[in-house]
Nanobody, 120 residues
Framework: VQLQASGGGLVQAGGSLRLSCAASTRTFGTLRMGWFRQAPGKEREFVAAVSWSDALHADSVKGRFTISRDNAKNTVYLQMNSLKPEDTAIYYC????????????????WGQGTLVTVSS
C-alpha cells in the first residue's frame, strides 16, 4: 500500500484547509485510515481515524476537524476548520488493518507527510 498525502500549505489562524491522501491498493475499503501530526520538537500524535463504519477524532481537534473517506476514489480526507497556530505540524496519513486505533504502532503504512503552517 502506497499513500500520497497532499493539501498542506500556509493559512492564517481561523482559516481552513483540506488534506487528501490517495492510496494505491485494491483493498482500500477494508483499511483503517488515520491522520497523525508531528510538530517541531514534539512527538507524533494522533489526529483522526476512520474505519469502514466509524470515525474518531482527537479531543484537540474535535469540532474543528473532520475525517472522511471516499472508497470509490481510494482517498481519505481531513477537513480542517478554525485552524490555530498550534495546529502547525507535518501531517501524515497512515493505513492499517483491524479495529479502530489511535496508536501509531498499529498502522502499517505511512505517507510522506504534508506541511501545514498556521500563522497568527
Amino acid at each position: 500500500v502506497q499513500l500520497q498525502a497532499s493539501g498542506g500549505g500556509l493559512v492564517q489562524a481561523g482559516g481552513s484547509l483540506r488534506l487528501s491522501c490517495a492510496a494505491s491498493t485494491r483493498t482500500f475499503g477494508t483499511l483503517r485510515m488515520g491522520w497523525f501530526r508531528q510538530a517541531p520538537g514534539k512527538e507524533r500524535e494522533f489526529v483522526a481515524a476512520v474505519s469502514w463504519s466509524d470515525a474518531l477524532h482527537a479531543d484537540s481537534v474535535k469540532g474543528r476537524f473532520t475525517i472522511s473517506r471516499d472508497n470509490a476514489k481510494n482517498t481519505v480526507y481531513l477537513q480542517m476548520n478554525s485552524l490555530k497556530p498550534e495546529d502547525t505540524a507535518i501531517y501524515y496519513c497512515a493505513a492499517g488493518w483491524g479495529v479502530m486505533s489511535t496508536w501509531d504502532k498499529e498502522y502499517n503504512y505511512w505517507g510522506q507527510g504534508t506541511l501545514v503552517t498556521v500563522s497568527s
